[in-house]
């Protein structure tokens, strides 16, 4: 086993950091790698935008109920951007091109790019010793993170994304069995793979060092989707300009 995939089957959440910051040559890095991932169509169609300065970064602390988006060594938003692909367009020309800017095909791609994007990054940065912890909290008011970005038509922030000198080592959270989400030539039933996993869920919450609880993984995602929540994102992903088509 080499190293790249020791780092990738090593991952953890890291949700503390010690008080370091990111160096410029390590973000220089992480970068680098981030841009490095595979785009649809060469659209690059995503933006990063590292977020500095303290006033920012305790308001979105505030918008996610995540104190370690303020204290961290490093925070990235990583946004969907198909605005750098009308810059150059005069107004009939723009006008052609809504109807592709605005439907569901080029929404997920510009979300997909952000995503590789991203992981391409927490490698890198893993690799590099540091930890990472994607923030997809920052869709609780999505509306008033892009403002706080001022992000321009057809850019929306996605997810943010902390990183930074690990403040401790968290257990591994175990993954679904390989057979319940690889399967060969056709969609299959899971059943008893879902079952076997929440019993070893089961056994995982009671036994860790921290948030000891009593749960399954099909209870969590039974109350995840029976109870609304975020149902303003559509109206600003719209408003924005995606996903209208």
Not at 39 to 55: K, L, N, R
Not at 97 to 102: A, F, I, S, T
Not at 199 to 206: D, L, V
């Amino acid at each position: 086993m080499n190293q790249t995939i020791e780092t990738l089957l090593n991952h953890r959440s890291i949700r503390k950091f010690k008080d370091e910051p990111v160096s410029e040559d390590q973000l220089a890095i992480i970068l680098d790698a981030a841009q490095q991932a595979s785009t649809s169509s060469y659209m690059m169609a995503y933006t990063i935008i590292g977020v500095t300065d303290p006033e920012k970064k305790s308001e979105l602390a505030e918008v996610t109920g995540q104190k370690y988006v303020k204290d961290n060594g490093h925070l990235f938003i990583f946004c969907a951007d198909l605005h750098r692909h009308t810059l150059h367009a005069a107004e009939e020309q723009y006008e052609d091109m809504k109807p592709n800017l605005e439907n569901s095909e080029h929404f997920l791609v510009s979300a997909i790019d952000a995503a590789l994007a991203a992981q391409n990054a927490a490698i890198a940065a893993e690799s590099m010793g540091l930890g990472i912890c994607y923030i997809g909290s920052i869709r609780n008011q999505l509306d008033r993170v892009d403002q706080l970005l001022s992000l321009p038509k057809h850019v929306i922030p996605l997810f943010g994304m902390v990183l930074g000198v690990p403040a401790h080592e968290p257990n591994k959270k175990p993954r679904l069995p390989r057979k319940a989400v690889y399967f060969e030539n056709e969609y299959r039933d899971q059943t008893d793979e879902l079952n076997n996993f929440d019993e070893k869920i089961a056994a995982y919450y009671q036994s860790r060092s921290s948030n000891n609880r009593v749960d399954t993984w099909t209870d969590q995602m039974l109350r995840r989707f029976t109870t609304p929540m975020r149902m303003d994102v559509t109206d600003l992903v719209q408003k924005k300009g995606f996903n209208k088509r």
